[in-house]
């Protein structure tokens, strides 16, 4: 799937300038001040600013063990909602992440269901 982003103010090199971008299988291919590429969705952003996904390197989300809190699914719809597309979820969870078996439940988990990609 295409997705091309058009007039948007992108930030690159520390400053905004106005530039089309084309998404493909969501990742960024084009850069350009005009693109023509016929894609499957086209976005206006006249008058918006675009941004790199965020990376939140603090969150908890509780699982395993304090899901009633917030969970992998909730905490990453949650992050990816607001821009983030990565998140580190702290290891203070009950039972602690010590040990390889949590840590691929943490995973898979992540991989299976999450909305952010989790570290």
């Known amino acids: 799937m295409t997705t091309l982003v058009k007039n948007g103010l992108a930030y690159i090199d520390?400053?905004?300038?106005?530039?089309?971008?084309?998404?493909t299988d969501a990742v960024i291919t084009e850069v350009a001040d005009k693109i023509s590429t016929k894609a499957d969705r086209t976005l206006d952003a006249k008058g918006m600013h675009v941004f790199p996904g965020f990376t939140d390197i603090h969150v908890h989300l509780r699982d395993p063990g304090q899901t009633y809190k917030e969970d992998i699914v909730s905490g990453t719809k949650a992050?990816?909602?607001?821009?983030?597309?990565s998140v580190c979820a702290m290891p203070n969870t009950d039972p602690v992440v010590d040990n390889i078996a949590t840590v691929d439940y943490i995973q898979r988990r992540a991989n299976d269901l999450g909305f952010a990609r989790s570290t």
């Open 14 to 23: 520390g400053t905004f300038v106005r530039k089309d971008i084309l998404i």
């Open 79 to 85: 992050a990816a909602r607001g821009g983030f597309t």
